[in-house]
């Protein structure tokens, strides 16, 4: 089992910055992955960003590419999402993930991902 805990969401304005926080705990060994999605109201959850914890190999979806940057943490299986530049169609909850098994590259698809955290919301005003 692992358990993850987000933090950092929160209301800001468009233009604006956010830094969340998602830290594992238990199996954390077995870890390879770990993510970040998103999921909009009316909408389905969708992936944002996520790294490979050996390599270091990042993957992001394209409409984060230049704002968003996933980086791991000192302490042992924490990962962050900065957030810049926001905008209120990034409002949603965010979800930190992982993915126990081994790819080259981060997976963008959902079904690839083994645990979940409760999610944090955040909300970008216009």
């Known amino acids: 089992q692992v358990h993850l805990v987000e933090s950092g969401g929160g209301l800001v304005q468009a233009g604006g910055s956010l830094r969340l926080s998602c830290a594992a705990s238990?199996?954390?060994?077995?870890?390879?992955?770990m993510g970040w999605f998103r999921q909009a109201p009316g909408k389905e959850r969708e992936f944002v960003a996520a790294?490979?914890?050996?390599?270091?190999?990042?993957t992001y979806t394209d409409s984060v590419k230049g704002r968003f940057t996933i980086s791991r943490e000192n302490a042992d299986y924490t990962v962050a999402l900065h957030m810049n530049d926001l905008k209120p169609e990034d409002t949603a909850v965010y979800y930190c993930?992982?993915?126990?098994?081994?790819?080259?590259?981060?997976?963008?698809?959902?079904?690839?991902?083994?645990?979940w955290g409760q999610g944090t919301q955040v909300t970008v005003s216009s």
């Open positions: 238990g199996r954390t060994v077995s870890i390879d992955v």
């Open positions: 790294v490979a914890w050996g390599s270091g190999s990042t």
């Open positions: 993930a992982v993915d126990l098994h081994y790819k080259r590259l981060p997976s963008m698809e959902r079904n690839a991902y083994n645990y």
